[in-house]
């Protein structure tokens, strides 16, 4: 069975601190995102890996950076979190080149205080 | 630019009905369109997709047709079950084929 982990289900973080957020995809899929999902707002791109070290910004990407050290780890890193980046995030991954299917994580819940 | 918009929800309807969810879109290219469900406490999950105009994709007695003419690809379900209670996405690709443009989601639920 196909699978797409991530680190936390829940997690409650203050103001400043610097978040992890870690996703482990074992379908040796070569693109991977991170997401957010917002009520009323559907899900938004932040951040697009295709390859082991490479990334592209997404539609929203400030206020975060990513890492993608090993093919299926991809990480979301908040600097300093801030109350507004309260959300449901989604990693997903895909295979490399066309129009493939996206498969989800279950999503981290962050909620920062 | 690309976009997709669908019905807002929610949505509630009473087991055995019909069911349709509105989806239109615009697009510049990259003609595939989608259908992600997410049920409670998971992640979003490909229910059916098609490649083309005039395609129908289905998947657990859910299907919708793309239609060109219309930029539409509304989501239909003959006789609702308790268990297809979830939030329902409209996506297709944008920019580059990897990266999908998704709806802001219609939350279905059903009654027994």
């Known amino acids: 069975d196909v699978k797409v982990t991530q680190s936390s289900r829940y997690l409650v973080k203050r103001t400043g601190e610097k978040v992890f957020l870690e996703c482990v995809q074992d379908?040796?899929?070569?693109?991977m995102f991170w997401y957010r999902q917002d009520p009323g707002l559907g899900l938004r791109l932040i951040y697009f890996?295709?390859?082991?070290?490479?990334?592209e910004k997404g539609d929203i990407p400030e206020g975060y950076s990513v890492s993608r050290e090993k093919k299926e780890r991809f990480s979301l890193i908040l600097e300093s979190a801030s109350t507004n980046q309260t959300s449901m995030y989604l990693c997903?991954?895909?295979?490399?080149?066309?129009?493939?299917?996206?498969?989800f994580g279950p999503g981290t819940r962050l909620t920062v205080l | 630019g690309d976009s997709v918009t669908q019905m807002e929800g929610p949505v509630t309807l009473s087991e055995e009905a019909f069911l349709t969810i509105n989806c239109t879109y615009t697009?510049?290219?990259?003609?595939?369109l989608f259908w992600y469900v997410q049920y409670p406490g998971e992640g979003l999950q490909l229910l059916l997709k098609?490649?083309?105009?005039?395609d129908k994709g289905s998947n657990k007695g859910f299907e919708a047709t793309y239609r060109k003419e219309t930029t539409s690809f509304h989501l239909e379900k003959g006789s609702v079950q308790v268990s297809d209670s979830a939030v329902y996405f409209c996506?297709?690709?944008?920019?580059?084929?990897?990266?999908?443009?998704f709806g802001s989601g219609t939350r279905l639920s059903i009654r027994p």
């Open positions: 997903a991954s895909s295979l490399g080149q066309g129009v493939n299917e996206q498969f």
């Open positions: 379908m040796d899929h070569e693109n």
């Open positions: 890996s295709y390859d082991v070290k490479m990334k």
């Open positions: 697009a510049t290219g990259y003609p595939s």
């Open positions: 098609a490649t083309k105009a005039d």
């Open positions: 996506a297709h690709p944008y920019s580059s084929a990897s990266k999908i443009i």
